[in-house]
């Protein structure tokens, strides 16, 4: 548990400008040459904000051909709604937009101006996950993510500021498309950068990896990381009156080089991974010293024993949930297929 006594002097000031200095449009064009090709669609009408955060998963009308839609939503606890009919989306311009951006890069991951659909990676094939190849892809991830919800209102994403905000923050909702890729995770870290001092890294992923336990891994990493934020990162403009900031990297195979995947801003709301806050600032007030490097160092750590399959909870429609219950396979299997056909436009009724 962290300190209480942190949260007035651990944090930079929370303040709305702070906050906005990390969406994707912000920081992507000064790192652009150093990050994932990806293309930025601003601003998006009110009609979409109103698409994501509207009850149910569905499709857009003419967004392609897709996997039946859900007719349930969480809350959906009785049958007082079932014939109320559902608002129709269709975004032609913006699907048109998708489309280019899927043929310039082959395929796109999506997210909003701070939050990736990560949590509804398992919506896609298992073995290509979060590729979108299509509109249609692009909006079940959205609509079928928890994480981006957090990018709809404006006081989730100002939650914590010192300043009140009110009328005088201009945030706007954004759709990034990012060029899809297979991201080895092993290979992912997170580095915490405080007073202008890389601080800690950590591996994103938790899951434990030998080679990150071998003392000639750990020091290669450490060394890469450290140079590709002095010679690419560090005092750079963008956060030269906070110096504060969280930035996840990707280091290539030979761990000798990297990119930057997303920056984060140094608060609360960030996931410390392997870290807690204490630790880090325990280790800012050290004046001098290498970034402390933490690696889940065995199968039985804490995190590796404990660990289910991530955001598990959002990885079953909620339908299934509904119609397996106290049900066998067959029976469930028969029953799902039956829900399906009738949920398909065309289907049986």
Known sequence: MESPELS?????????????????SSWYPDFAHLSIKSTII???????????????????????DVPAESHLSDNDDSDDDEDEPRKHYSFPELDSQIREAIQTYGAVFPKLN???????????????????????????????????????????VFAGCEDGFGSTVKYSLE???????PIDRSRELRCFVRGNRLIGIT?????????????????????TTLKFWEDNIKGKSLWKDTQDYVFDFLLTRDLSRGHIIDFNPYAPRTDTLLFTFDELHSHFEKAQGAPVFKVIDSLSHPIVTRNAPAHQHNMVPFEALSLSNGRNIEDFANLWKESVQESTPGGSH
């Open 8 to 24: 007035s002097t651990f944090f930079p000031r929370q303040t709305p400008d702070y906050i906005l200095s990390f969406q994707f």
């Open 42 to 64: 601003r601003p998006l009408s009110g009609e979409f904000h109103e698409y994501l955060d509207a009850d149910g998963v569905f499709v857009p009308e003419g967004s392609e």
């Open 175 to 181: 759709l990034v498309l990012r060029k899809w890729y």
């Open 114 to 156: 701070f939050s990736s659909p990560r949590d509804a990676a398992w919506i896609l094939p298992p073995s290509s996950p979060l590729k979108c190849t299509s509109p249609a892809d692009v909006y079940l991830l959205l609509k079928s993510s928890d994480f981006v919800t957090h990018d709809l209102s404006v006081d989730n």
């Open 203 to 223: 591996q994103r992923d938790t899951n434990f990896y030998e080679f990150l336990n071998e003392l000639s891994s750990r020091e290669k990493i450490i060394l």
